[in-house]
């Protein structure tokens, strides 16, 4: 049985002029909805307290878990306006999904399929005035999260752990037209280490991230390209997004899973590839395969995939070893291809025949 969400709608919403204002010009994670999920846990208890009421600050005892030992784990997933007014998730099972294996790394508990879902569709059902409306790839960008809750100093899982979800409006990632990024190859950094958390969606990867992320910026590059595998040698993935790269002959490569984060986007390229004649290899990539593929033309087009940007030309690298750009150092035609397929899917303007748009409204 669906678990029913207590709804208590806010008192003060935000004034109908002021959220028009904020939606002609979103950008991207500064403007949060009227209104939040949370769901309680304790042992005894299991989940009880299904709610949505006004987005609010939380109160935290200084000794709660999560400030100390980083028990926590994150989602992010999309709400998009159709032409006729009807409101979609993409694929929020396969978030879902991920949720749940983040909280079994992290040892939160468990939500199930289910209520992780109607908590998303509670929330965009409440705050539907902040979904945009059709056109311009403006979206409606959801965060479910999930932390440790309990006072005490120790390492060991909270037993008390609390679930939330809020909202905020985005805007079109490329508003002047899609232009490419350059990588930085950090030979410094790693971003996950075997047997590590990489596959986990947790906020401490993040927080690890932001140094590397600095190095990148002051090279002139946008995002960092990881390295994995044993020796540090294979390609790994981007700070928030999975690498692709098209080849001569006609095959659309990425890297394996293990460390990297198993992103619904990356799923969905694997899945669309034969219908653009592309053939998916998941497989190991090294940086040294990836050099020379650059320099002898063997690698065409270079891209990222995430739910943000949904699809990101890459049309350089950098790296303390050398510099390349991909092709012609333009965004390529299969990842352009790709980037109008997902979104024509998600806002409802090509078929899905995969069944995975999710109506709430
Ligand atoms: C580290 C990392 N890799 C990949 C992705 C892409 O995943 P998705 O396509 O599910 O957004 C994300 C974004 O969530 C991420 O943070």
Redesign the pocket.
């Given at each position: 049985m669906t678990v029913q969400f207590q709804v208590r709608p806010t008192d003060r919403p935000t004034p109908p002029q002021t959220r028009e204002e904020i939606l002609t010009d979103p950008g991207f994670g500064r403007y949060f909805t009227d209104h939040m999920v949370t769901v309680a846990w304790t042992p005894d208890a299991g989940w009880h307290d299904h709610q949505v009421t006004a987005l609010a600050p939380i109160t935290l005892h200084p000794g709660a878990a999560v400030l100390h030992y980083a028990q926590e784990i994150l989602?992010?997933?999309k709400a998009f306006r159709h032409a006729d007014g009807s409101v979609w998730l993409f694929r929020p099972t396969?978030?879902a999904r991920?949720f749940a294996a983040s909280s079994r790394r992290l040892v939160l508990p468990e939500l199930d399929e289910e209520t992780f879902v109607e908590s998303v569709a509670a929330l965009v059902r409440a705050d539907e005035a902040w979904v945009p409306g059709y056109g311009g790839e403006q979206s409606l960008y959801l965060r479910p999260f999930m932390y440790a809750t309990e006072a005490f100093l120790g390492v060991r899982p909270a037993r008390q752990v609390t679930y939330s979800v809020i909202a905020c409006p985005a805007g079109a990632y490329f508003p002047g037209g899609v232009t490419g990024v350059t990588l930085w190859i950090s030979t410094r950094y790693s971003?996950a280490a075997i047997g590590g958390t990489?596959s986990a969606?947790c906020g401490g990867?993040?927080a690890a991230?932001l140094d590397p992320q600095r190095e990148a910026l002051e090279h002139g590059c946008e995002q960092v390209l990881y390295l994995g595998g044993e020796q540090r040698r294979d390609i790994d993935?981007?700070?928030?997004?999975?690498v692709f790269f098209v080849t001569a002959d006609q095959e659309l490569l990425t890297p394996s899973l293990g460390t990297?984060?198993?992103?619904?986007?990356?799923?969905?390229v694997l899945t669309l590839a034969a219908t653009h004649g592309l053939k998916p290899v998941e497989r190991s990539i090294s940086l040294d395969e990836l050099r020379a593929g650059l320099a002898d033309g063997t690698v065409t087009e270079a891209f990222?995939?995430?739910?943000?940007a949904v699809i990101t030309p890459i049309v350089g690298f950098k790296s303390e070893e050398f510099t390349a750009s991909v092709g012609d150092g333009e965004p390529g035609t299969y990842t352009r291809q790709f980037r109008e397929h997902l979104l024509d899917i998600q806002y409802g303007r090509a078929e899905d025949t995969h069944g995975w748009m999710h109506r709430v409204l």
């Open positions: 989602e992010g997933l396969l978030n991920r971003r990489g969606k990867n993040y991230s993935e981007s700070g928030t997004m999975n990297i984060l198993d992103g619904v986007t990356r799923d969905s990222a995939a995430g739910t943000a």
